[in-house]
Protein backbone atom coordinates (compact mmCIF):
# COMPACT_ATOMS: atom_id res chain seq x y z
CA UNK A 1 0.00 0.00 0.00
CA UNK A 2 2.61 2.16 0.50
CA UNK A 3 4.29 1.66 -2.82
CA UNK A 4 1.34 3.38 -4.27
CA UNK A 5 0.91 6.27 -2.07
CA UNK A 6 5.16 6.79 -2.84
CA UNK A 7 4.35 6.59 -6.80
CA UNK A 8 1.42 8.87 -6.51
CA UNK A 9 3.70 11.25 -5.03
CA UNK A 10 6.22 10.72 -7.51
CA UNK A 11 3.80 11.28 -10.27
CA UNK A 12 2.28 14.20 -8.59
CA UNK A 13 5.79 15.96 -8.30
CA UNK A 14 6.43 14.81 -12.40
CA UNK A 15 3.48 16.85 -13.27
CA UNK A 16 4.04 19.68 -10.97
CA UNK A 17 7.13 19.75 -12.61
CA UNK A 18 5.77 19.40 -16.13
CA UNK A 19 3.50 22.20 -15.60
CA UNK A 20 6.22 24.42 -14.63
CA UNK A 21 8.22 23.78 -17.84
CA UNK A 22 6.13 23.13 -20.92
CA UNK A 23 2.37 24.73 -19.67
CA UNK A 24 0.96 24.19 -22.85
CA UNK A 25 0.26 21.15 -25.05
CA UNK A 26 -1.51 20.71 -28.71
CA UNK A 27 -4.74 21.39 -28.44
CA UNK A 28 -6.91 18.75 -28.78
CA UNK A 29 -10.26 20.17 -30.35
CA UNK A 30 -8.12 21.08 -33.30
CA UNK A 31 -4.96 19.40 -33.13
CA UNK A 32 -2.74 22.10 -33.64
CA UNK A 33 -4.35 22.93 -36.55
CA UNK A 34 -5.72 26.25 -35.25
CA UNK A 35 -9.03 25.69 -37.49
CA UNK A 36 -11.86 23.15 -37.01
CA UNK A 37 -13.95 22.63 -40.25
CA UNK A 38 -17.78 23.10 -39.52
CA UNK A 39 -20.06 21.73 -43.21
CA UNK A 40 -17.67 22.85 -46.07
CA UNK A 41 -16.26 26.20 -43.44
CA UNK A 42 -13.27 26.16 -41.79
CA UNK A 43 -13.22 28.31 -38.45
CA UNK A 44 -10.98 29.04 -35.52
CA UNK A 45 -11.10 26.36 -32.82
CA UNK A 46 -13.34 27.68 -30.16
CA UNK A 47 -11.04 25.82 -27.47
CA UNK A 48 -7.75 27.48 -27.92
CA UNK A 49 -9.16 30.67 -29.75
CA UNK A 50 -7.36 29.57 -32.92
CA UNK A 51 -3.51 29.91 -31.04
CA UNK A 52 -3.16 25.50 -31.31
CA UNK A 53 -1.63 25.53 -28.03
CA UNK A 54 -4.28 24.99 -24.68
CA UNK A 55 -2.93 25.47 -21.10
CA UNK A 56 -2.35 21.77 -19.56
CA UNK A 57 -5.03 21.03 -16.52
CA UNK A 58 -3.84 23.04 -13.48
CA UNK A 59 -1.17 25.13 -15.37
CA UNK A 60 -2.88 28.25 -14.79
CA UNK A 61 -3.17 28.03 -10.60
CA UNK A 62 0.28 26.97 -10.83
CA UNK A 63 2.02 29.37 -12.25
CA UNK A 64 -0.44 31.88 -10.26
CA UNK A 65 0.66 29.90 -6.91
CA UNK A 66 4.68 30.23 -7.87
CA UNK A 67 4.97 33.44 -8.57
CA UNK A 68 2.72 34.78 -5.79
CA UNK A 69 4.19 32.73 -3.32
CA UNK A 70 7.53 31.27 -4.21
CA UNK A 71 8.56 34.77 -5.91
CA UNK A 72 7.30 37.07 -4.24
CA UNK A 73 10.37 39.73 -4.59
CA UNK A 74 9.10 39.36 -8.22
CA UNK A 75 5.73 40.99 -8.03
CA UNK A 76 7.08 43.88 -5.87
CA UNK A 77 9.80 44.64 -8.45
CA UNK A 78 6.65 44.53 -11.48
CA UNK A 79 4.17 46.87 -9.04
CA UNK A 80 7.46 48.98 -8.51
CA UNK A 81 8.05 49.83 -12.25
CA UNK A 82 4.51 50.33 -12.94
CA UNK A 83 3.83 52.48 -10.20
CA UNK A 84 6.83 54.22 -11.13
CA UNK A 85 5.89 54.91 -14.73
CA UNK A 86 2.32 56.10 -13.33
CA UNK A 87 4.36 58.37 -11.30
CA UNK A 88 6.00 59.92 -14.37
CA UNK A 89 3.49 60.97 -16.30
Known sequence: MTHFIIAALVL????????????????????????????????????????GRAYRRGAIITHRLVREHAFPWIRNRIHDAIASRLDES
Open 12 to 51: GAVYLVLLLVHPVHRCPGCKGRKVVQHGSAFRPCVRCKGR
